[in-house]
């Protein structure tokens, strides 16, 4: 029964790991257009009870505090964009908490 729930958590975490890193490459860069920066996701850890994903980054060529700012504020949005994409093959869909990656 442990190893159905690891294979389960594995599979979990890549599939929310890559469609993240696409919502972030796009979203950004279709919005920030006139900026140059590239945002990173470095890991997500997702909470047992699948409430949360804390969401790591990293931004380059420096931190700016804005650029977290914003990516904070529209988290409903790609959550929503996230459910979208996920519908058929995940339940339900964590919040999501951007940090950044020390």
Known sequence: MKEISLIRNKKLYS???VEIAEILNKEIFYSKKKNKFLVTL???YITPDMNLIKVYISIYPFLDKNILKYIRSKSRF???ILSHRLRYRVKKIPKLDFRVAV
């Open 42 to 44: 470095i890991k997500i």
């Open 78 to 80: 790609y959550r929503k």
């Open 15 to 17: 599939i929310f790991f």
